[in-house]
């Protein structure tokens, strides 16, 4: 149980790793009973706001504030040290156990959601509803936020500074937007009034120039000069509203596969001590397929089986003509070494791949840097990229959303939404689930 009622305060803290600024005097109160979300995207510094409030790391301005001094403060890191023998859904549920039993005040959760099953979901929401102190949680999926918070701060990766919305993630997407027309429409009509009284200043200059008016008294042109220079001073100056550059994803099948293009008769699987089958599924040309079952069901194996990568113990596996399938793999293992861009790509000529990646919004900088040192988004930019190199036509997703921000993961619905492909997709993200628009779901 919570000990104490009290506030965690972060007043005008700043942030920098090395020339790169992270944070810029950002200030967050957490009152007693607090709930809420921290947004934006990867690299805003939200894991580094939470670290900054849990104590692990200094600001290098402003400070952080705890009333009583004894407030106790747990914090949940989004790369967890698991036991080899646990699931990674196992693992987030023993992690989250051990924090939200910890009696402490404050909850600092940085991505609680990543590896939790419908059925997790469900549990860490009502153990969130039911904690007597305060929570402050990072998370990229929609739904948990919209059932889980009362406030939302969103960083911002232009000004690295915070702005909040009250209410959950709709209310906050709605506000959004709402803000951003305000915005629009004041820079535009005060750049159309300074536009109309420079255009009239230039006339007036014009005519004087020319002798216009002659029989009245003449402007001389300082005193045209000060007089729309004083109609200019009251327009009201509005800071250009900033458009962040947005990726538009395009992903094509090479060539299409025959009406059938994957088949398990009769199929048997083996993982360890786990047996799933026997089964029988067909996946036809243009399905849009969806895999759902608790953890620990089979989902993962499922989809070895379909992309032949594990042996059936028993049955049959038949892949239809011209089908090419493609994984996007849970971990982006592919992905995680210390070799280049460049040297993943290695089957593929340099100029093609280097134009490929272009496309997906990883740079000239970008395909010499490890792979390794690449963001989640970009990772998963990378294969997709990949995906296409090969001419798949049948895209498999292992949990893609994991590890992205929402613009990625926005981004990725409509690339999806675009794509005239096969696709059989595993998501615990109720919101992506339900954008992908799934002809079919199998429950396991």
């Given at each position: 149980m919570s000990r104490l009622t009290g506030s965690l305060v972060a007043a005008g803290v700043s942030k920098s790793y090395g020339a790169e600024p992270v944070l810029t005097d950002v200030s967050l109160v957490v009152p007693p009973r607090a709930r809420i979300g921290l947004v934006g995207p990867n690299g805003a510094g939200k894991s580094t706001l939470l670290r900054l409030l849990a104590g692990l790391e200094e600001p290098d301005a402003g400070r952080i504030r705890r009333t009583p001094a004894a407030l106790a403060v747990g914090y949940l890191a989004q790369e967890r040290d698991g036991a080899g023998a646990r699931s990674g859904g196992e693992e987030a549920r023993a992690a989250l156990t051990a924090v939200l039993r910890g009696g402490f005040d404050v909850l600092l959760l940085d991505e609680p959601t990543n590896d939790l099953d419908f059925a997790g979901l469900a549990w860490l929401e009502r153990a969130l509803a039911s904690h007597p102190g305060s929570a402050v949680v990072v998370s990229h999926d929609r739904a948990f936020l919209d059932r889980t918070v009362t406030r939302i701060v969103e960083l911002d990766e232009w000004t690295r500074g915070a702005t909040e919305y009250s209410g959950g993630w709709s209310e906050y997407e709605a506000e959004r937007?709402?803000?951003?027309?305000?915005?629009?429409?004041?820079?535009?009509?005060?750049?159309?009034?300074?536009?109309?009284?420079?255009?009239?200043?230039?006339?007036?200059?014009?005519?004087?120039?020319?002798?216009?008016?002659?029989?009245?008294?003449?402007?001389?042109?300082?005193?045209?000069?000060?007089?729309?220079?004083?109609?200019?001073?009251?327009?009201?100056?509005?800071?250009?509203?900033?458009?962040?550059?947005?990726?538009?994803?395009?992903?094509?099948?090479?060539?299409?596969?025959?009406?059938?293009?994957?088949?398990?008769?009769?199929?048997?699987?083996?993982?360890?001590?786990?047996?799933?089958?026997?089964?029988?599924?067909?996946?036809g040309w243009g399905e849009r397929l969806a895999i759902a079952g608790p953890n620990g069901s089979g989902k993962t194996t499922l989809l070895d089986a379909l992309l032949g990568r594990l042996p059936l113990a028993a049955g049959s596996r038949l892949l239809g003509a011209g089908a090419v399938l493609g994984e996007l793999e849970q971990d982006r293992a592919a992905l995680t070494g210390p070799q280049t861009l460049l040297e993943v790509f290695r089957d593929f000529e340099e100029g093609m791949a280097r134009t490929l990646l272009a496309k997906f919004g990883l740079g000239a900088d970008d395909v010499l840097r490890a792979a390794s040192s690449l963001s989640p988004g970009e990772r998963t930019r990378a294969g997709l990229a990949l995906l296409t190199a090969r001419g798949v036509n049948c895209l498999v997703l292992d949990e893609p959303t994991n590890h992205l921000d929402v613009k990625a993961i926005e981004e990725l619905e409509r690339t999806l939404a675009g794509y005239d492909g096969t696709v059989i997709l595993v998501t615990h993200d109720r919101r992506f689930l339900e954008a992908f628009a799934a002809g079919r779901t199998i429950e396991l």
């Amino acid at each position: 149980m919570s000990r104490l009622t009290g506030s965690l305060v972060a007043a005008g803290v700043s942030k920098s790793y090395g020339a790169e600024p992270v944070l810029t005097d950002v200030s967050l109160v957490v009152p007693p009973r607090a709930r809420i979300g921290l947004v934006g995207p990867n690299g805003a510094g939200k894991s580094t706001l939470l670290r900054l409030l849990a104590g692990l790391e200094e600001p290098d301005a402003g400070r952080i504030r705890r009333t009583p001094a004894a407030l106790a403060v747990g914090y949940l890191a989004q790369e967890r040290d698991g036991a080899g023998a646990r699931s990674g859904g196992e693992e987030a549920r023993a992690a989250l156990t051990a924090v939200l039993r910890g009696g402490f005040d404050v909850l600092l959760l940085d991505e609680p959601t990543n590896d939790l099953d419908f059925a997790g979901l469900a549990w860490l929401e009502r153990a969130l509803a039911s904690h007597p102190g305060s929570a402050v949680v990072v998370s990229h999926d929609r739904a948990f936020l919209d059932r889980t918070v009362t406030r939302i701060v969103e960083l911002d990766e232009w000004t690295r500074g915070a702005t909040e919305y009250s209410g959950g993630w709709s209310e906050y997407e709605a506000e959004r937007v709402r803000r951003r027309d305000r915005h629009h429409r004041r820079w535009e009509a005060s750049v159309t009034e300074r536009r109309r009284i420079e255009e009239q200043a230039r006339r007036m200059a014009e005519w004087e120039r020319r002798g216009y008016g002659q029989g009245r008294k003449k402007k001389k042109s300082k005193d045209v000069k000060r007089t729309y220079g004083a109609k200019l001073a009251r327009v009201e100056t509005v800071e250009k509203p900033y458009e962040p550059w947005e990726l538009h994803l395009a992903l094509a099948p090479a060539a299409r596969s025959g009406d059938v293009v994957v088949r398990l008769e009769h199929a048997v699987v083996e993982r360890g001590t786990f047996t799933l089958g026997p089964l029988d599924l067909e996946v036809g040309w243009g399905e849009r397929l969806a895999i759902a079952g608790p953890n620990g069901s089979g989902k993962t194996t499922l989809l070895d089986a379909l992309l032949g990568r594990l042996p059936l113990a028993a049955g049959s596996r038949l892949l239809g003509a011209g089908a090419v399938l493609g994984e996007l793999e849970q971990d982006r293992a592919a992905l995680t070494g210390p070799q280049t861009l460049l040297e993943v790509f290695r089957d593929f000529e340099e100029g093609m791949a280097r134009t490929l990646l272009a496309k997906f919004g990883l740079g000239a900088d970008d395909v010499l840097r490890a792979a390794s040192s690449l963001s989640p988004g970009e990772r998963t930019r990378a294969g997709l990229a990949l995906l296409t190199a090969r001419g798949v036509n049948c895209l498999v997703l292992d949990e893609p959303t994991n590890h992205l921000d929402v613009k990625a993961i926005e981004e990725l619905e409509r690339t999806l939404a675009g794509y005239d492909g096969t696709v059989i997709l595993v998501t615990h993200d109720r919101r992506f689930l339900e954008a992908f628009a799934a002809g079919r779901t199998i429950e396991l």
